[in-house]
């Protein structure tokens, strides 16, 4: 009975619905629960972001840089090619074979990658080639031969050539397959510039397992802070063809080079532009990130794709990690406050338990008066009281229990009833005065609003005028949604930073973003000064113009104090790259390519949520071809330009250039 009486005492310490102690205590886990559950998913969405941030930087990062030493190298060997199409050794008659191979041999010495070069005479003879390979064969029928005989520059893309590798393979005693990438290109007879024979090579394919090598040996720092490589942190590499034929994979892997991998997630990502994308590929999830070989210079590139994966358990492993982390912070978090919950609730409830028994010794005191104390309002009030615990006693029969917090509401009502009265008009005054104030809160709120929404479009316009001319974000702010204009005679700038990729490649992508901001801060500066606008950056190009428009909207600035500023400007950069080369704050010493053309261009906005602001024609891109084909360090200036500024600087010839 005692063991009984003893549960029931326990029980009613900690049940909810009886124990006002219990309830304060799950309130309060309950609370600390949801508090730490959400602060967990910002937590793990925080972390998730910013590690798919890093990963795809450094995928996407990567993968360029192959993409864009791929396309040089192709440049480097189509060049070799087209120069030694020039030379007397083919063009003169009186060039002997033997004089040809020698060139040639020397030639493949020089270049480890070529497999073998030939020189053709017009009906596919091979009249001169390395090491004597197939000398006297006759190769018309080959793509390589064809293409170039039609009096354009060929690049064949990777394939295999059995004839070749089996005598290959005889000469370097190797039985391993080999792969090749064609080059070609016609020799035409310096007078008649007809076709006299063509000279083509086999370039080994091995030279991309190199780059490969090269690309998977850079750092890495996964989200742990670790550094590795990038092969040991488990980037594959991966050269697909435009149509997703695999042409270099990873070692250990046997894809079908001749048939097009199943790679939907990838094909969509490039379709909308996105060099990231997350692909399940065999049962597996990776990440990948992807570029696209789209030539350099006069080389028009093959459509390589080149692609880095990561598998995203271990992508995300340091993101899983600190996953189950916090999820055992939070639950420790909710016993640790659950527990001090329970002491808060205690002594809570101590002070409520004395004024239960402190409420009914004064009910009983005002039901029970002494004798000729009692005035006609105490014996109502003594009635209602008397009255109210008869009716309570008969509605509690048959309860088993009653909670405290119900037991000090019925003995304090009977109090709080006798004072109603008295405070009524005292809350209605309060609410009185609280209404007022709220208003008064209201106007104040009202006109703090106000004032912090025009310091914020002050912000915004701030921000426009830094990406467009004021004159376009008026007429913005006035309700024109299409804007476009042809101007006659503007002066377009481009400039590039010769050998840019070779330096980025030697530092870590923190240090090329901090090396770029420094130099087009430099460059925004003097832009200011000569009243130029900058249009854009792209990569380490950049794009401005003068002349664009004046203050007033309108063509008042003449042609030639455009295109004069343009060139002081031009001369200035020219001086502070000077001045960071001497600075030594950079290991390495920067030269530019600058081109500038006087022409008409349209300019307008593209866009309707994102605006752009941009310059469109011919003249762009004859500025932009008087930078790729100028000398590192000098201004190259279109005939226009020069028109318009001869008279103030001087300038050399460089002669008539091809201008694509």
């Known amino acids: 009975m005692e063991s009984r009486t003893g549960i029931r005492k326990v029980w009613a310490y900690v049940n909810p619905v009886t ?390 509401c019925d003995s304090l009502k009977n109090l709080i009833d006798a004072l109603e009265n008295e405070h009524k008009l005292a809350v209605e005054n309060s609410n009185l005065e609280f209404g007022i104030k709220e208003k008064e809160f209201d106007l104040h709120t009202t006109r703090g609003n106000l004032e912090k929404s025009i310091s914020d479009r002050k912000v915004v316009e701030d921000i426009l005028l830094n990406v467009m001319p004021e004159s376009i974000i008026q007429r913005l702010k006035n309700g024109e949604k299409f804007i476009a204009e042809t101007i006659d005679n503007v002066t377009i700038f481009f400039s590039d930073i010769v050998g840019f990729t070779t330096i980025s490649s030697s530092i870590s992508p923190l240090e090329v973003v901090s090396f770029l901001n420094d130099m087009f801060s430099r460059m925004d500066d003097l832009a200011e000064q000569y009243d130029i606008e900058k249009i854009k950056t792209i990569g380490d190009a950049y794009f401005a113009v003068g002349g664009l428009f004046s203050q007033e909207y309108n063509h008042s600035h003449s042609p030639e104090m455009v295109a004069t500023n343009m060139l002081h400007f031009a001369l200035d950069v020219m001086n502070t790259i000077e001045d960071l080369n001497n600075s030594g704050k950079y290991p390495y010493k920067l030269a530019l390519r600058v081109g500038i053309h006087t022409g008409p261009v349209v300019a307008g906005i593209i866009g309707e949520k994102k605006f752009a602001f941009d310059l469109w024609g011919d003249s762009v891109n004859v500025a932009s071809r008087m930078e790729s084909s100028g000398e590192a360090g000098r201004v190259h200036v279109s005939k226009a330009t020069y028109k318009l500024t001869k008279d103030v600087f001087g300038f050399a010839k460089r002669g008539s250039i091809q201008v694509k």
């Not at 998977?216 to 980037?235: M, P």
């Not at 994979?249 to 990502?269: H, I, K, R, T």
């Not at 409520?352 to 006609?376: E, Q, Y």
Request: aromatic letters at 10%.
């Open 19 to 408: 124990s006002f102690r219990a309830r304060l205590v799950l309130a309060f886990a309950i609370t600390t629960l949801i508090t730490c559950g959400v602060l967990l998913a910002i937590a793990l969405v925080s972390n998730h972001t910013a590690q798919e941030a890093s990963v795809q930087n450094v995928l996407v990062l990567e993968s360029g840089k192959a993409v864009d030493i791929f396309d040089r190298s192709m440049f480097e060997r189509l060049r070799e090619i087209v120069i030694a199409t020039s030379l007397s050794v083919f063009t003169s008659p009186t060039s002997t074979a033997s004089e040809q191979r020698a060139y040639l041999d020397t030639m493949q010495t020089t270049y480890t990658t070529y497999a073998w070069i030939g020189y053709t005479a017009i009906n596919g003879t091979v009249l001169a080639s390395t090491d004597g390979i197939l000398q006297g064969a006759n190769v018309s029928a080959r793509p390589w031969f064809q293409a170039a005989a039609l009096g354009a520059p060929f690049v064949g893309d990777v394939h295999n050539a059995l004839l070749l590798q089996g005598i290959l393979q005889n000469l370097t005693g190797t039985k391993d397959p080999f792969r090749f990438v064609d080059v070609a290109n016609a020799v035409r007879d310096p007078t008649t510039n007809r076709t006299i024979g063509i000279l083509g090579a086999h370039l080994y394919w091995n030279w991309a397992q190199e780059i490969q090598s090269d690309v998977l040996s850079s750092y890495y720092s996964d989200g742990d802070g670790t550094v590795t490589t990038l092969s040991n942190a488990g980037i594959e590499f991966f050269v697909l063809t435009s149509t997703f034929v695999p042409i270099l994979q990873p070692p250990g892997y046997n894809y079908n080079e001749s048939a097009a991998l199943n790679l939907p997630s990838v094909a969509a990502a490039i379709t909308a532009g996105d060099p990231f994308a997350y692909e399940t590929w065999d049962g597996i999830e990776y990440v990948i990130g992807i570029s696209i070989s789209k030539g350099y210079r006069s080389y028009q590139g093959l459509g390589w794709v080149v692609l880095l994966r990561q598998k995203r358990d271990v992508a995300f492993k340091a993101v899983d990690r600190n996953t189950h982390l916090l999820i055992g912070i939070g639950i420790g978090l909710a016993l640790v406050f659950s527990i001090i919950g329970w002491i808060i609730a205690h002594q809570i409830v101590k002070p409520i338990t004395r004024v239960v028994k402190s409420a009914r010794m004064i009910l009983k005191d005002i039901a029970n008066p002494s004798k000729g104390t009692k005035n006609d309002g105490n014996q109502m009030l003594s009635t209602r009281i008397q009255n109210y615990n008869t009716e309570q006693v008969h509605l509690g029969k048959g309860k088993r229990s009653q909670s405290d917090v119900s037991i000090l």
